[in-house]
């Protein structure tokens, strides 16, 4: 396993050779297992979060409000999970990460059922928080989880595919509610993804192996606290958790407004077209995956800062009012974002060799309140100048994550040698 060496603030201390061969290795049973566990877990968070997404067109004619307001049913959600999920990984250190993991699962597709009967516009935020919430446990765990378990030889594959699933989800979510917009209305297309969520909430069950390397320790919300400030000062983490703010704000930005401007003139796209280029999300799919094995190979700064440049190229490749480049560049810029994310939380446990669970949560932390504040403060620009203000906002996003990655994480080069 690739240990930094170099960074102030944080303490390395090698696996042993026993350590290292009593962990979940690439090609085995057990590996198939926990990865399709994860896989799915990731899938079913995510759908679940963002299946509200390509309905936002409707919300806004459903309700009589503004696109800005409908956004808030996707901010609602990521932005009271980036305030539950410190609290929640806290309570995976004393109740065990498998346990917080299915409880959050099964509270998410409750409440998923609950939400497209909302009659009021503040009664289906208020549901979304609450599923916010519920999520928390997933994304708060997952990543410590696999830190524990699996050898580090094979951690970047083992998470490039816990990130796949959520790019398999974010589009699952879209797209099952999205067409379902061309036979039914919003609330039951909404209906019918909760219940392939709580289908697939089954496998997870069934397929989550029981953690092996996990030791419960009395906890506290002043002990996660403490655990996440001294991330904080661990400069490689704090650099990870502002890159995380930024690029996931910048991507659900675009992904928020998007089907706002394919439905207007020039493109006047039909909502069940529109809900298919959500397809796009399958280049995360891949590049996530194949970004984790490729740090293993070449080094995890080399791709994270090929993602993000990437994910800028696809941005401006948006601007042309043309659909074929429009498609490709969000395809580019999907592609880039995932491989962005698939570096970035495989290294963030890597780092943090102690207080797994407060640094992955600290990084998600940070990765939902960007896609919270800046999903819905792109509102703002793309009221006011059309698709050119999601451009320059998110532009800007892009550009000081790769100034910040570029200098910051420039003295964590040997760890990739």
């Known amino acids: 396993m690739h240990f930094p060496h170099g960074w102030r603030g944080c303490t390395v201390v090698p696996m042993t050779a026993v350590e290292s061969?009593?962990?979940?290795?690439?090609?085995?049973?057990?590996?198939?297992?926990?990865?399709?566990?994860?896989?799915?877990?990731?899938l079913t968070t995510f759908g679940s979060m963002y299946s509200t997404q390509a309905v936002l067109p409707a919300l806004t004619d459903t309700f009589g409000v503004a696109p800005a307001v409908s956004a808030l049913a996707i901010s609602?959600?990521?932005?009271?999970?980036?305030?539950?999920?410190?609290?929640?990984?806290?309570?995976?250190?004393?109740?065990?990460?498998?346990?917080?993991?299915?409880?959050?699962?099964?509270?998410?597709?409750?409440?998923?059922?609950?939400?497209?009967?909302?009659?009021?516009?503040?009664?289906?935020?208020?549901?979304?928080?609450?599923?916010?919430?519920?999520?928390?446990?997933?994304?708060?765990?997952?990543?410590?989880?696999?830190?524990?378990?699996?050898?580090?030889?094979?951690?970047?594959?083992?998470?490039?595919?816990?990130?796949?699933?959520?790019?398999?989800?974010?589009?699952?979510?879209?797209?099952?509610?999205?067409?379902?917009?061309?036979?039914?209305?919003?609330?039951?297309?909404?209906?019918?993804?909760?219940?392939?969520?709580?289908?697939?909430?089954?496998?997870?069950?069934?397929?989550?192996?029981?953690?092996?390397?996990?030791?419960?320790?009395?906890?506290?919300?002043?002990?996660?606290?403490?655990?996440?400030?001294?991330?904080?000062?661990?400069?490689?983490?704090?650099?990870?958790?502002a890159l995380a703010f930024l690029l996931m704000g910048g991507f659900v930005s675009v992904y928020n407004f998007l089907g706002f401007r394919l439905l207007a003139a020039p493109?006047?796209?039909?909502?069940?077209?529109?809900?298919?280029?959500?397809?796009?999300?399958?280049?995360?799919?891949?590049?996530?995956?194949a970004a984790g094995r490729l740090a293993d190979r070449?080094?995890?700064?080399?791709?994270?800062?090929?993602?993000?440049?990437?994910?800028?190229?696809?941005?401006?490749?948006?601007?042309?009012v043309w659909l074929p480049t429009v498609l490709l560049g969000v395809a580019v810029l999907t592609a880039g974002f995932f491989a962005a994310h698939?570096?970035?939380?495989?290294?963030?446990?890597?780092?943090?060799t102690e207080h797994r669970a407060e640094a992955s949560s600290a990084y998600l932390f940070c990765y939902y309140v960007g896609s919270s504040v800046l999903g819905a403060a792109a509102g703002l620009p793309f009221g006011a100048a059309g698709w050119g203000g999601i451009v320059g906002s998110v532009g800007v996003a892009v550009l000081a994550a790769l100034l910040l990655a570029g200098l910051v994480l420039r003295r964590g080069r040997r760890v990739d040698s």
């Not at 061969?21 to 990731?42: D, K, M, N, P």
């Not at 039909?270 to 999300?281: A, D, S």
């Open 267 to 289: 493109f006047s796209l039909p909502e069940g077209v529109v809900g298919l280029v959500f397809l796009i999300y399958l280049a995360g799919t891949w590049s996530s995956a």
């Open 298 to 320: 070449v080094g995890r700064r080399t791709v994270l800062l090929a993602g993000i440049a990437t994910m800028g190229a696809g941005l401006l490749l948006t601007v042309p």
């Open 76 to 241: 609602a959600t990521t932005g009271v999970l980036a305030l539950a999920i410190i609290p929640v990984s806290g309570l995976s250190e004393r109740y065990g990460r498998t346990r917080v993991m299915t409880a959050s699962a099964v509270l998410a597709v409750a409440l998923g059922l609950l939400v497209p009967l909302a009659p009021t516009m503040p009664v289906l935020l208020a549901l979304r928080a609450l599923q916010g919430i519920a999520l928390a446990g997933v994304p708060a765990v997952a990543m410590a989880y696999l830190a524990e378990e699996v050898d580090g030889r094979d951690l970047g594959a083992a998470m490039g595919r816990y990130v796949a699933g959520t790019t398999v989800g974010g589009l699952l979510g879209r797209v099952v509610t999205a067409c379902g917009l061309d036979l039914v209305d919003w609330r039951w297309a909404m209906e019918v993804f909760a219940g392939l969520a709580a289908l697939l909430t089954l496998v997870l069950i069934r397929n989550l192996p029981t953690s092996k390397h996990f030791h419960p320790r009395p906890t506290s919300l002043t002990r996660t606290l403490r655990g996440v400030v001294g991330h904080l000062r661990t400069p490689a983490l704090a650099t990870l958790f």
């Open 342 to 352: 698939s570096v970035a939380s495989g290294w963030v446990s890597a780092i943090a």
């Open 21 to 42: 061969t009593s962990h979940i290795r690439a090609g085995t049973r057990e590996y198939r297992r926990i990865t399709l566990a994860l896989f799915v877990a990731g």
